[in-house]
């Protein structure tokens, strides 16, 4: 979920689709100003007016020269694309072989502890709430907290893609005032405190969710874009 890998192969996959098909296109040009270029070369017709002739093969050798560049450059870029694919393939499949085969039914199992026990205080009301909360004083960091850059999230596609309405990478169902995706170094099912905020569980993953960033789970896309962007400073542990 929270945008993911998945969702960048498929990304690069149109855009080769795309690129392949323009290809093909001016390849099709290309042979058609050759042939343009060849007739007027044989043309007997055309030799009383040579200057004419010459000004419309240069302009045809110019174009062709032009097109035949662009297929250089994009054949460039569909390599560049076919290359980051694998690359991200490769990534997606070790970002989340954790919850694969025999890893997945340690973490169903986590997953399931942690949906029974939770940490959420509904007494606490709605997430959206409490963000004015937030203890973002700098001298949390003299207490073992941590600067974090913090964004949010939903389940609707336009957060998660594909992944819309599906388990969190962590196999939970996620859950506003508990679920937070955050980088693979940080553990699944990792407790944490986020000052002023309160007790959240790491459940879920996002390629945009790097080191030093955590995205925070919302039940709607309007509270989420209203929590926007902020700084936060996270514990571990609490």
């Not at 960033?213 to 509270?223: A, G, L, R, T």
Request: proline content about 2%; aromatic content about 8%; overall charge negative.
């Amino acid at each position: 979920m929270a945008t993911t890998l998945r969702m960048e192969i498929d990304e690069l996959n149109n855009i080769k689709d795309q690129v392949e098909t323009y290809m093909r296109t001016v390849s099709t040009e290309v042979e058609a100003y050759t042939n343009i270029l060849n007739e007027f070369a044989d043309n007997q017709y055309m030799k009383g007016s040579i200057e004419a002739t010459q000004l419309i093969r240069d302009k045809v050798v110019s174009a062709t020269s032009n097109l035949d560049g662009e297929i250089s450059s994009f054949v460039a870029l569909l390599s560049q694309a076919t290359l980051l694919t694998a690359e991200t393939e490769a990534e997606y499949s070790r970002r989340f072989q954790n919850i694969a085969g025999d890893d997945f039914s340690q973490n169903s199992s986590n997953a399931q502890v942690i949906e029974s026990t939770g940490v959420q205080d509904v007494s606490q009301g709605r997430l959206i709430d409490r963000i004015s909360s937030i203890n973002t004083d700098p001298a949390l960091l003299q207490q073992g907290y941590i600067q974090y850059n913090a964004t949010a999230y939903c389940k609707c596609s336009k957060c998660c893609g594909i992944w819309s309405n599906s388990p969190t990478a962590g196999g939970t169902t996620p859950e506003e005032g508990r679920t937070v995706a955050m980088a693979g170094n940080i553990p699944f099912f990792t407790n944490i405190d986020i000052a002023g905020l309160g007790n959240f569980v790491v459940e879920d993953r996002g390629s945009a969710i790097t080191e030093g960033k955590i995205d925070i789970y919302f039940n709607s896309h309007e509270e989420a874009l209203q929590f926007g962007r902020r700084t936060v400073y996270v514990k571990f542990g609490s």
